[in-house]
Each structure stands twice: as structure tokens, then as C-alpha cells.
């Protein structure tokens, strides 16, 4: 099969500094590759990369076969690329119900009016309820996004990302600063994701990283280091080395 998404020499510097170093990536539809690597690695930069975000130095990304090494954040986003930060991206002032229609608008310019109320565009709302019924976010719609736990934000901001129906989905750290209990409701969202929804997911955490990948690749001064299964993964000595020989961080006992 073709993959989704390939890189081809992925580079980025920041002047003297090398951030992400000529990777080849792909990733096959329906894949769920999970991203590892300790701080710094060039993680969020490469996801940067793959969402327009940021442009490479050199190299190339190709989506569903195309090149979009040159395309606009919004192209992607259009052509089934979505993605949720490793920073919460709310508006903490609106409600849960506004910020659902202002991810919708954002998703789709043309099909809702950005020039009339929000709540008199029937197809807005009506988009946003089902968004929001679907992710089981329905029950907080009036509450006011800022005065959510942190928790139920994360949870609002992965269920904003499926907005554009994405047919690849980037998780930036999805659990970062989560209990265990909201971390393990994040592992099981994810999986059940279905195989049409192809998932790239950074993470630190090693419980959600073993819960949900396929395959896993560690990123190490913006190069690959290694990949492999999650059983590889775990056994892998370069992995325990950079880890810092944190059997806790490996899931280890
Ligand atoms: N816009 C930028 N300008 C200059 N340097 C940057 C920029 N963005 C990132 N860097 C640097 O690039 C390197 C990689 O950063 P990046 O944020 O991609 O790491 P990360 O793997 O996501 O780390 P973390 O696990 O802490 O989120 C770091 O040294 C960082 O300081
Ligand atoms: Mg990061």
C-alpha cells in the first residue's frame, strides 16, 4: 500500500542548530506511529514541518501521494491533514459550543458564514452538536472553555481536531499534564479512532505510547535512532540509554 505520508530528507536549522536532520518517515493508512524522544529531539519541530507549520531547509513531504512540501497550513488541513498541540490552542473566554463552531468555520471557509452570527447558521450548529455529542462533550457546551479542568480541555481540543474529519490526525503530547485516570480516557479515545483515521502521536508517555502504537520511532537530535514495534521498543538498549535507564518511563516495573 501506499503510504500517507512519506518524508524524503527532512531538514530544518535554526541558524547553527540542526533541528530535525534528514528524516524519511512513512506512514502507512490506518497506522498509528507513535513519536518518542527526550526533550528537545526536534518532535514538535518535525510535526511542525508536516503541518505547514514551518517550512524545511531541505527535503520533501508528500501526502496521499502528493507533494505538499510547499503548501499552506489551510491546504492540508483541507486535504485530510489535522492536528492537536502539544499547548492547549482554546479560546479560553468562549464556551465549549463557540469554540466548536469556530474549529468548524476554521475547517471549512466556505460552507459557514463567517460574517453572520454563529448561532443563526443552522448547518454551524447543527455540525457542532454532532461534533460534540460524538466526542461525549455535549453535556458541557455553556460551560466557559477557560473554566474546564485542564483535563477536559485536552479532551475538547483532540475532539476539535477531529472537526475536518481528518484522515491523519497529529497528537502533540496528548496526555501531557493528565492524571492517570484522564490519561488512560485519552488512550482509550484514541484507540477507538477507527482504521480510517491514520494517527502520528507524540508522546512522553510511555503507558499511552504501549496502549496505542503500532510502531514506534525514536527521534534523537532531529535524527531517527531507532524504530520498532512496542516490544522492540521496550527492549531496545539505545532506548533504555537515552531514557536515561528510566525503567519507569519504559513502563518498566
Ligand atoms: N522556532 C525556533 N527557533 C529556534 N530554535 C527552535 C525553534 N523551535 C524549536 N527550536 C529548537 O529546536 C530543538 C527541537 O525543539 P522541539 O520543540 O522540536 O523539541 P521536542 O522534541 O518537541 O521537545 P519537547 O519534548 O520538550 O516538547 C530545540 O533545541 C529547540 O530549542
Ligand atoms: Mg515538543
Redesign the pocket.
Same mark, same amino acid.
Given at each position: 500500500m501506499a503510504p500517507l505520508l512519506e518524508t524524503n530528507g527532512l531538514s530544518v536549522h #535554526?541558524g547553527g542548530?540542526a &533541528?530535525v536532520r534528514s528524516v524519511n518517515l512513512a506512514i502507512e493508512p490506518g497506522e498509528r506511529l507513535a513519536l518518542i !524522544?527526550p526533550? !528537545? &529531539? !526536534?518532535?514538535?519541530? #518535525?510535526f511542525n514541518l508536516l503541518t505547514g507549520q514551518l517550512k524545511p531547509s531541505s527535503g520533501k513531504v508528500f501526502f496521499k501521494g502528493q507533494d505538499i512540501t510547499h503548501a499552506s497550513v489551510f491546504s492540508r488541513t483541507h486535504m485530510g491533514m489535522s492536528r492537536s498541540f502539544?499547548i492547549t490552542s482554546l479560546f479560553p473566554l468562549q464556551s465549549v459550543m463557540v469554540n466548536a463552531m469556530i474549529g468548524l468555520q476554521g475547517v471549512e471557509k466556505s460552507r459557514y458564514g463567517f460574517y453572520r452570527p454563529m448561532f443563526k447558521d443552522k448547518d454551524l450548529v447543527k455540525a457542532a452538536q454532532e461534533l460534540l455529542e460524538s466526542q461525549e462533550l455535549w453535556d458541557l457546551r455553556d460551560e466557559i472553555v477557560g473554566s474546564l479542568a485542564y483535563g477536559q480541555q485536552r479532551k475538547l481540543e483532540i475532539g476539535l481536531s477531529l472537526a475536518s474529519q481528518p484522515e491523519l490526525l497529529l497528537l502533540d503530547e496528548p496526555s501531557c499534564g493528565l492524571t492517570m485516570v484522564e490519561s488512560a480516557d485519552i488512550t482509550k479515545r484514541i484507540k477507538a479512532l477507527g482504521s480510517k483515521i491514520t494517527v502520528l502521536m507524540?508522546a512522553?508517555d510511555m503507558d499511552l505510547v504501549f496502549g496505542v502504537a503500532d510502531r514506534v520511532v525514536l527521534?534523537h537530535y532531529g535524527e531517527i535512532a531507532c524504530e520498532g514495534t512496542c516490544e522492540e521498543i521496550r527492549q531496545n538498549a539505545m532506548v533504555r540509554e537515552i531514557y536515561m535507564g528510566s525503567r519507569k518511563q519504559l513502563g518498566g516495573k
Amino acid at each position: 500500500m501506499a503510504p500517507l505520508l512519506e518524508t524524503n530528507g527532512l531538514s530544518v536549522h #535554526f541558524g547553527g542548530l540542526a &533541528a530535525v536532520r534528514s528524516v524519511n518517515l512513512a506512514i502507512e493508512p490506518g497506522e498509528r506511529l507513535a513519536l518518542i !524522544g527526550p526533550n !528537545g &529531539a !526536534g518532535k514538535t519541530t #518535525f510535526f511542525n514541518l508536516l503541518t505547514g507549520q514551518l517550512k524545511p531547509s531541505s527535503g520533501k513531504v508528500f501526502f496521499k501521494g502528493q507533494d505538499i512540501t510547499h503548501a499552506s497550513v489551510f491546504s492540508r488541513t483541507h486535504m485530510g491533514m489535522s492536528r492537536s498541540f502539544q499547548i492547549t490552542s482554546l479560546f479560553p473566554l468562549q464556551s465549549v459550543m463557540v469554540n466548536a463552531m469556530i474549529g468548524l468555520q476554521g475547517v471549512e471557509k466556505s460552507r459557514y458564514g463567517f460574517y453572520r452570527p454563529m448561532f443563526k447558521d443552522k448547518d454551524l450548529v447543527k455540525a457542532a452538536q454532532e461534533l460534540l455529542e460524538s466526542q461525549e462533550l455535549w453535556d458541557l457546551r455553556d460551560e466557559i472553555v477557560g473554566s474546564l479542568a485542564y483535563g477536559q480541555q485536552r479532551k475538547l481540543e483532540i475532539g476539535l481536531s477531529l472537526a475536518s474529519q481528518p484522515e491523519l490526525l497529529l497528537l502533540d503530547e496528548p496526555s501531557c499534564g493528565l492524571t492517570m485516570v484522564e490519561s488512560a480516557d485519552i488512550t482509550k479515545r484514541i484507540k477507538a479512532l477507527g482504521s480510517k483515521i491514520t494517527v502520528l502521536m507524540i508522546a512522553h508517555d510511555m503507558d499511552l505510547v504501549f496502549g496505542v502504537a503500532d510502531r514506534v520511532v525514536l527521534l534523537h537530535y532531529g535524527e531517527i535512532a531507532c524504530e520498532g514495534t512496542c516490544e522492540e521498543i521496550r527492549q531496545n538498549a539505545m532506548v533504555r540509554e537515552i531514557y536515561m535507564g528510566s525503567r519507569k518511563q519504559l513502563g518498566g516495573k
